[in-house]
């Protein structure tokens, strides 16, 4: 699964994918968005700097999940007016892709969903209950949110987005859905809570004094 | 697999804690949560800053109480909770005010780099140990279901912030208002809290004060914990439903003893005699004794049964059973007495013409009685007579156990119902003034 090493079209360091699926990486050196075509890389964009972040995990830590092993190789991160939190692309033993979300130490791992007739934004109040996989979801949170950047892989384009909606819903069953509004089309994650311990990180970030 | 990690240009800088300054008074500030903190509280003037603005922007300002209000666990402290250690970087008091009272209680936010943001908080030296929930309670009018328990709604109230110290992950006001329903299930509650329209469900266990006390190596003692808290477990450790299925079993157990041991007690008459006794005679010479009679077997019950026909009279029989072969005694004296009448509620009667008594443990062996009577001075001449019974079953230690039994049973339920009925008193279900061994009124 290894892919050939290929040059970033800015700087020419090297770029290597660690997931065969990666549709977007960012250079670690000059920051540029890279998109690959069918032939070679094209910068699309360049990200700002990140803000500090809290966050313990970082690109490469590796944990457990449903006796998987997975491997963090990017990150979405948002901003919201309780702050900042990070969608961590992480890549499964297996070859499929799945979302760590880390928004203030609580973690959940969510997949994408396809699942039809999904509501609209507007549509969507506090409150009310969509049925997903016989399993009713309850919407807890809208919560306006902003792009703030990238980071690694990630299965898709994603880099020239400015406000995006998303909305939390929960079970009674500690389980969780998010809808994301970053593109008219909206788009459907599947998750659940996790608990720091049972995800068996390694790689983290250390703290200083902790 | 991996083609491994990128190297990188250079290692990313290890987040450290930020000495910085307040912009209103210069006093030193120190954020604590990496960059998670979104207002920061000057502790000596007050100030309210924006964590997340460089120049710590001040957001509101508050008339400070620090001499009044002062967390029991400094701001910086850390300790080991539940096996994971946590540093405290925000403190806030809140009250409500319920029927023009205000009770005040404080939060303090812990925070571990790893494993986030967790509470404490303490009322009155009650304390618990706070998390948000990660599933949604599922809840109708009077109670809420969590993780498969049933909690009870305690009380609904307005929440509002009047003090704050430190770092908070949100934007935090003084005057902020929140309205807040306790659900109980002791040790643990939920809680609901509504701030607008977003809804945030925590988890809280009752925690002892001087379990804070060593998580955080506090000098000192902790201040004792006044009155019952809402979700404080009950001292009955045993639940008083258990107690008492454990009396109906020893008190079915003593029944089935009772009827065992009168099956097979043997009920041996051993003596029987009537004696006459006249007043003309018994000067000089009031006791006597009578003939030798045997008892067998193991040491047992000796049952002894007088008969007098006493009509507004009385004798008294002064016993003395003696064992021939030992010279061993019993004394014992035994009335029999019986009044009858009429007064203006109709007839009455007053004791017995039989009196038993039962003496326990007797050795086998040959024994006779020494009898002294002693009979009402308006009497001349009476018959009474006496009929021994060995080896009988005595109902009344039957009692005794029970009431033994009794007794323990109903002073726990009596301390659980006390306790209990202490708990919601505080609640917005108060149990009603007089009621039964049932908990309380709802009033919806």
């Known amino acids: 699964m290894t892919q050939p090493a290929a040059n970033c079209p800015n700087c020419g ?48 830590t590796e944990g457990l999940y449903r006796n998987k092993s997975f491997v963090v190789v990017g990150r979405i991160v948002y901003e919201y007016d309780q702050g900042a939190w990070n969608e961590w692309h992480v890549m499964m033993n297996d070859g499929t892709s799945a979302w760590l979300s880390d928004a203030q130490q609580e973690y959940a791992v969510s997949l ?12 969507v109040q506090v409150g009310q209950q969509f049925n997903w996989n016989n399993q009713p979801y309850t919407v807890s949170v809208i919560t306006p949110a902003h792009y703030r950047g990238v980071q690694g892989e990630l299965p898709f384009q994603y880099w020239d987005k400015t406000d995006v ?8 069953s500690g389980k969780f859905a998010t809808l994301d509004y970053s593109d008219p089309e909206p788009a459907l994650y599947l998750g659940e809570f996790v608990e720091f311990e049972d995800l068996k990180l390694k790689n983290l970030r250390s703290f200083e004094g902790w | 697999m991996s083609a491994g990690a990128p190297p990188l240009s250079q290692p990313p800088p290890k987040p450290q804690a930020k000495a910085l300054n307040c912009p209103k008074c210069g006093a030193a500030i120190t954020l604590r949560c990496f960059g998670q903190a979104e207002t920061v509280v000057c502790a000596s003037c007050g100030s309210i800053l924006d964590a997340k603005d460089p120049n710590l922007a001040i957001l509101q300002q508050f008339e400070k109480l620090t001499s009044t209000v002062k967390p029991f666990i400094p701001l910086g402290t850390r300790g080991k909770l539940r096996g994971t250690d946590y540093e405290v970087i925000g403190f806030q008091r809140r009250h409500s005010t319920v029927e023009g009272i205000s009770y005040y209680w404080h939060e303090y936010l812990l925070f571990n ?25 599922a809840c109708d009018s009077g109670s809420a279901n969590y993780l498969g328990e049933v909690y009870k709604h305690f009380q609904t109230s307005e929440a509002s912030t009047d003090f704050v110290l430190g770092e908070f992950p949100w934007q935090v006001r003084v005057g902020e208002k929140a309205e807040v329903t306790d659900y109980v299930h002791p040790p643990r509650a939920l809680s609901s809290e509504k701030m607008d329209k977003e809804v945030t469900w925590s988890i809280s266990e009752y925690m002892y004060g001087p379990e804070i006390w060593e998580a955080f190596r506090l000098p000192g003692s902790p201040p004792e914990a006044e009155g019952v808290y809402e979700n404080q477990p009950s001292p009955m450790t045993t639940n008083v439903g258990q107690i008492w299925a454990a009396f109906g079993i020893f008190a079915l157990l003593l029944l089935v003893m009772m009827v065992v041991s009168d099956l097979s007690a043997k009920k041996d008459p051993v003596f029987q005699q009537t004696f006459h006794w006249e007043r003309a005679n018994a000067i000089g010479e009031p006791s006597f004794v009578t003939d030798v009679f045997e008892l067998t077997g ?30 061993q005694a019993w004394d014992f004296g035994r009335e029999v007495s019986y009044y009858s009448g009429y007064d203006s509620d109709g007839s009455w009667s007053e004791g017995s013409r039989h009196d038993t008594v039962v003496i326990p443990t007797v050795p086998s062996g040959h024994y ?11 009497v001349p001449a ?11 079953t005595v109902p009344g230690i039957y009692g005794i156990a029970l009431i033994a039994l009794l007794l323990p049973a109903l002073a726990i339920s009596w301390r659980s119902y006390a306790f209990e009925r202490s708990r919601w008193s505080e609640s ?6 007089i009621s039964g061994l049932t908990t309380s009124e709802d009033d919806d």
């Open chain 1, 13 to 60: 360091a090297k770029i290597v994918f660690r997931w065969s699926s990666s549709v977007q990486t960012v250079c670690e050196y000059c920051k540029s968005i890279l998109v690959r075509t069918d032939v070679d890389l094209k910068k699309v964009g360049q990200v700002a700097d990140l803000p500090p972040d809290g966050s313990p995990i970082q690109l490469n």
């Open chain 1, 112 to 123: 994408s969903s396809k699942l039809p007739n999904l509501p609209a934004a507007a549509q």
């Open chain 1, 165 to 172: 909606t998303f909305v939390d819903l929960r079970t009674e």
């Open chain 2, 113 to 137: 780099p790893y494993k986030g943001f967790r509470y404490l908080s303490e009322y009155n030296g009650h304390w618990n140990d706070i998390s948000v929930c990660k599933q949604l309670p």
């Open chain 2, 298 to 327: 193991r040491p047992s019950t000796v049952e002894v049964k007088t008969s007098a026909p006493v009509s507004n009279q009385w004798i008294y029989l002064n016993y003395a059973l003696i064992n021939q072969d030992t010279g």
């Open chain 2, 368 to 378: 006779y009685f020494r009898i002294e009577p002693e009979v009402d001075p308006a």
């Open chain 2, 382 to 392: 009476m018959s009474y007579s006496v009929v021994v019974t060995r080896d009988v």
């Open chain 2, 428 to 433: 917005d279900h108060p149990p009603m003034q």
